[in-house]
Every structure is written in C-alpha cells, then in structure tokens.
C-alpha cells in the first residue's frame, strides 16, 4: 500500500502533484477558493477536495472526507499564508491574521501525522520575520514534532526547474522518528539573479521551443485549447513535459489524455507598439515601460508571481517575454516554466491559470523533497499500474459562483470586474504609447 500525503491550501496542486510522483497517495486536500479546488478536482479525481478554510476544519473531518477511517497518515504538507506581525513584546502567532499557521500545526498533530512539509517565502527567514519563524518552529515542537536543523530555502532551478524560485522548507517528524534530510541539489548553480544563473539542467527554450506560437491558431483567440498534429523537436526536458517516454510519470499515476492537445493558451491581444518594445529589449533583462522580464533562451526565468485576488484589486502578475517572440509567454509556457507537466491543466482564464502558477510549489522541487521523506519513512516507491481518467472538463471553466455551488460553500472571493481589468489594461496600453512617442521625440 502506498503511503498517504494530505495537502493544506492546496491551490491547484503543485504539491500535491509533486508529492504523488515522489510515491505518495494524495487523499485530501483543502483549498479555500473553490475556481483552485475545481482546478485541484479536475487533475486529481480520486482525491477529496475540500473547498473550506482549514480554520473552520478538524482533523476528524479531514479522516471522513478522505474515507481513510483511522489508517495512518504518513505526511501533511502546504504552506499557509504569514501575514501579520506583532508588536516588540508580543508573539507574531498571537496576531489574528497568522491563524492560519497554527491552523497547520494543530491539524499536522490531530491527524497525528507522522511528518510535516511547511513551505513559505524566502523573505520569512530574514529581518524581524526570522522571530517568527522561531516561533512556527517552536509551535511545533510543543506539539509533539522535531523540525530539522538547520532548515533550508531550496531554489527550484537547483531540482530541475527552469526557473529560479526560492521557497523556505520546513520539514520535520513526530518526536522518535527520524528526520528526513534535505535534498541534494540536482541541476544547477546560481548566480545572484535570473540573468546569471548558468545551468546545468534546463533552459527556458529547453523549456518552451517544441511549442508551437499560439498566435499562429485563430482557434486560441476564443478558446485556450487547440489540437496540434506537428509539435517541434522536443528536448529532454520537454519530451518529459509531453510525457513521451514512461519515466516521465515518476512513482505517480499515468493520466488518461489527449496530448495532440495545446491547452491552456489563450493568445494575449497585445498592441504593435507593445511588440516592438519587447522585440527591442534583450534576453535576460526588464523591458523599462512595461516592467516586463524578457526570458534569457539559454537561463532560466526569473520567478513566476501570482498577482492578486479580487479583494486586493485582481491585479495579475506580469507574464515574462519570450525569448524568441515579440509576446508574453502564455499560460502553458509558464507551466512549463514550473515543471508542470502538459497533462495538467489550469483554469481557461489567463487570470487564474497564472494564479494557480504562480502559487505553486513546482512539482519537481516538490518531489524531490518527497522523495527525501518517502526515503525516511523506509518505503520502497512503486509505479502504479492504474490510468487515472482525468475530472470533467467543465471544471476547467467555472466562474466563483459556479464553483462554489458546486461545493455547497459561500464564494470567499469576489468576483473579478472583468469591465474594470480591460479599462485598466487599455488605460496602460495608451500610457505605454505615449512614453513610446516622447521617447521617439526626444
């Protein structure tokens, strides 16, 4: 029997894919907004999805949701959202707005887990943020866990991601268990930023060149799926993507999918004044108007970013710039970018599918840390030898009122404005060709 994984704020599922390919049975996962719940159902149709905060949520719940009874639960992992900071003489854990850590702690123990994968910022571990995380540690500890010292913040373009993502990693076991270890690092070594990274493992035109131009398909002006019959030379790292080999699967399961099929790649309806600006700016550096990063061919890209929700704005966080094309790379190529593979799909949206990207564990990252915590629990990983059918694809197209009816929950998120984002974008496009111009006179 495989050993079981359950994920908290699971998103999409960068983790809970990850962990599955490290050999794990994802039976649960809790994910607040119902669009990435639908999202995480799509992908993972033999998992339970609970669309509800995990503050309102118990351990015992989470066990009747999954239908696992009182079989053990073998990992718990997810990164919860830290927010607020206290005052000197107070616990950063006490401020109302960081509920949600204890949250984690307190289901991790209920379920009785026997190891824990938190996952959070960088910035978490620096400056006053740092007391925190001693906090978090502490937690932990007076609930019955270790965490391993010390801990670490892997950069997914060390594990074979072309990308380079920092994300702080704690990992730790029930006290009397042994705790697992870090990762070795895979693929490459950094240099101080995006544009100086020199890998040893693959590159953004590894990542993206078999690809056909989305705006070479009328077909994607409408829609964000289009079946393709001529794909280019795929590297190794795009044959994996494409799972064109059975390696690529891992220890997780073999989906059910049609992968003549282009998804997620809906074309961006950018102004020509806008291309000429991307089409002059070099590889590896921001086009100065637009902020926009231009993706280097032969590093990796800079880190892949969420946005904001609609209670923040729905402002969507900028799409970085082909390398070889005059556009914004489209939602699939930034799945690419995150080592998700071409089975896996996003929200038709270009809005949510860069979110679900952007607030993603990449799945490679995620699997190695796995596989450092499947090695310690002495299991000896199997490829199983079930197909998985992927979920109904009206899931892939559901509005916030759509999903949470399908949920039976309250939508926790307004709706975007999508009226206010195209006004805002136009407003944008006509700053940026004024500057264009004064630039021009100068």
Known sequence: MRPTGIDLFAGAGGLSLGFEQAGFDIVAA???????????????????????????????????????????????????????FSLIGHRAL?????????????????????????????????GRHKRFLEEIIEEFEENGYQVRDPWKVLNAANYGVPQSRERLIL??????????????????????????????????????????????FSALLKSDEVEIENWGNPSDYAREMRCLDNDAWHHGYPRKWNPRLLTSSTRSDHTEISRHRFSETNEGQVEPISRF??????????????????????????????????????VREMARLHG?????????????GARQIGNAVPPPLARAVGEQVIRTLGVYPTRPDDVVSLGDPSLLR???????????VEAPIGKRDRKSGARKRKQHEIQAALEALRIAND
């Open 30 to 84: 809790v994910e607040i907004d119902p669009i990435h719940a639908a999202i995480h159902k799509f992908n993972f149709p033999n998992c339970a999805v609970i669309a509800r905060s995990v503050s309102d949520l118990s351990a015992a719940e989470i066990r009747e949701f999954a239908g696992i009874g009182p079989r053990q639960v073998d990992v718990v992992f997810g990164g919860a959202p830290c927010q607020g």
């Open 398 to 408: 559901l509005g916030m009122k759509e999903a949470a009816e399908l949920f039976s």
């Open 171 to 216: 990992m730790g076991a029930k006290k009397g268990l042994p705790l697992p270890a870090y990762p070795e690092v895979k693929t490459a070594k950094a240099g101080e930023g995006p544009s100086s990274f020199f890998p040893l493992g693959p590159t953004c035109e590894d990542a993206l060149d078999d690809i056909p131009d989305a705006e070479s």
């Open 94 to 126: 006490d401020d109302p707005r960081n509920s949600l850590v204890r949250d984690f702690v307190r289901i991790v123990s209920d379920l009785d887990a026997s190891y824990f994968v938190f996952e959070n910022v960088k910035g978490l571990t620096v």
């Open 340 to 352: 998700f593979p071409d089975w896996f799909r996003f929200h038709e949206t270009k809005w949510h």
């Open 293 to 330: 990063f231009k993706l280097p061919a032969n590093g990796v890209s800079n880190t892949l970013r969420a946005g904001t929700d609609a209670s923040r704005g729905a402002f969507t966080s900028p799409r970085p710039i082909h390398y070889r094309l005059p556009r914004c790379i489209t």
